[in-house]
């Protein structure tokens, strides 16, 4: 039997169940969590969800990002029941719920023009890179160790890497062509001397840069006041396309994106996970010329597709969440608990003794077991002591407060979350860090993993 730290293990047939007709008994690797292999879901609202075993846990994981509004918002659950009443997938056209999420697109997020949807992040990606490749005709692509933006060939590496394996390429996956791997150039996040010498030696090849203005798929690394802009100066001097991959960033930060907060305009942005609060949903957005080339406009190059692009429901999802985003005081109460998170969090380290570094931006926070200032680069966070970071989270879980317990993963605040849930969760840490600094962490040790290291 595997072992649990959800404090369970009476009702594990569902997981059983799950082991023996799906390859590790979850839909996605990154759900695939040592002492959780037993943990089935099966209620989910506001800022909670529950197990099988009627155990009830605050949500601080979110699913990596998307219920900003918090599981089940009424208001969005609505707008989907109303879709699936009135209109379903039919495979030809449009719906008006579509032109009016490509309008609020259009609207919001500085950099889009025009914007297609897909049904998630991944593909949105994909897609940037392929109309870049389109319509500069070259190979390369600079991606940036650090960075994750799904799980194609071009972008399957160097994302939580082992020490020994930064600074070359380290893929995610077998199976991927070696010659696509070849054709990712990975610099390190926030060097500008690197991303200038990079485009002096190979710029005429380089079709695009793609980046995570703030990469949070290793907790949380804020760009300096010059990074950013120094990408769009290179890549615009060189003839390269500027890709925002905003999956994480874009509606949580800002409804502009951190596009609006740092005044650097990409020439295409993907979007995802808090535009629909956890329907299935991705958008590609940016430059009408770039946009034009796709096939969804007769005669354009850059082949685009996708049976469920624009479903009903979830488009009804996205509107419906856009539009409380808009109306509410969302980000004014998510900053404002993600703010006050972090304050007490690092009093709370301060006070035991305990180097760490508390960082995250708005509504996301992370602490890193490490001395030292605000990290800006990956190469920064292989000071983390991965056994703290998974071992206080691993204790978090058995108190009902669900941080994931996996290495570098960031922490979200949702409209839901209140000061009591708050309360709960310094409390809980404050218990959980003490009980794993009692063993040192060693009993965490090799439960920090990393996401790469194929060497097949
Ligand atoms: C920044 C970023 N881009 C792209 C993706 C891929 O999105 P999806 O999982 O919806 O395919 C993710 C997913 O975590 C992401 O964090």
Not at 30 to 36: H, K
Not at 125 to 153: E, I, M, N, P, S
Not at 262 to 269: E, M, N
Not at 380 to 408: H, I, M, Q, T
Request: aromatic share 6%; net charge negative; charged share 20%.
């Amino acid at each position: 039997m595997a072992s649990s730290c959800s404090g369970r293990g009476v009702s594990e047939s569902t997981a059983a169940r799950a082991r023996s007709v799906m390859p590790g008994g979850v839909n996605s690797g990154q759900r695939s969590i040592p002492g959780l292999e037993d943990l089935v879901i099966t209620r989910a609202r506001g800022s909670r969800f529950q197990d099988d075993t009627g155990k009830e846990y605050i949500d601080f994981h979110a699913a990596f990002g998307p219920p900003i509004l918090g599981h089940n918002d009424p208001d969005v659950a609505a707008a989907v029941a109303h879709a699936a009443r009135t209109v379903d997938l039919c495979g030809v056209g449009v719906t008006d719920a579509e032109v009016q999420l490509a309008e609020v697109l259009v609207d919001l997020v500085p950099s889009i023009e025009k914007a297609l949807l897909t049904s998630t992040g991944s593909e949105a990606t994909f897609h940037a890179l392929r109309v870049a490749r389109a319509a500069t005709g070259r190979r390369l692509v600079v991606k940036f160790q650090g960075c994750y933006h799904g799980w194609h060939d071009s972008v399957s590496l160097n994302v939580i890497s082992a020490p020994g394996r930064v600074g070359r390429h380290d893929p995610i996956s077998a199976g991927i062509l070696p010659e696509v791997l070849e054709a990712t150039l990975v610099l390190p996040f926030n060097d500008e001397d690197a991303v200038r010498r990079t485009f002096e030696a190979h710029g005429r090849d380089i079709a695009a840069v793609i980046v995570e203005p703030v990469p949070h798929n290793v907790g949380c690394l804020l760009p300096t006041p010059s990074f950013l802009q120094t990408l769009r100066e290179a890549t615009q001097k060189h003839g390269s396309v500027l890709v925002f991959d905003e999956v994480i960033t874009g509606f949580r930060h800002d409804l502009g994106g951190w596009q609006r907060i740092s005044g650097v305009t990409p020439d295409l942005t993907t979007l995802g996970k808090a535009i629909a609060n956890g329907y299935p949903i991705g958008a590609i957005g940016g430059r009408a010329d770039l946009m034009d080339m796709f096939s969804s406009r007769p005669g354009g190059p850059a082949f685009f597709a996708g049976t469920y692009n624009g479903a009903p429901a979830v488009v009804a999802a996205a509107v419906a969440t856009l539009t409380k985003l808009r109306n509410e005081p969302v980000h004014e109460h998510i900053f404002g608990l993600g703010g006050r998170i972090r304050t007490a969090l690092r009093d709370l380290y301060a006070e035991i003794g305990v180097p760490a570094v508390v960082t995250g931006y708005g509504s996301i926070f992370v602490t890193y077991f490490m001395s030292g200032g605000v990290p800006r680069s990956y190469e920064d966070l292989l000071a983390n002591r991965g056994d703290l970071f998974v071992g206080y989270r691993r204790r978090l879980v058995k108190r009902g407060v669900f941080e994931l317990p996996l290495e570098l993963k960031r922490s979200h605040v949702s409209y839901a979350h209140t000061d009591d849930d708050v309360d709960r969760l310094l409390e809980a840490t404050r218990e959980a860090v003490l009980e794993t600094l009692q063993f040192d962490g060693v009993e965490e040790a090799g439960v920090a993993r990393t996401m790469g290291g194929v060497t097949r």
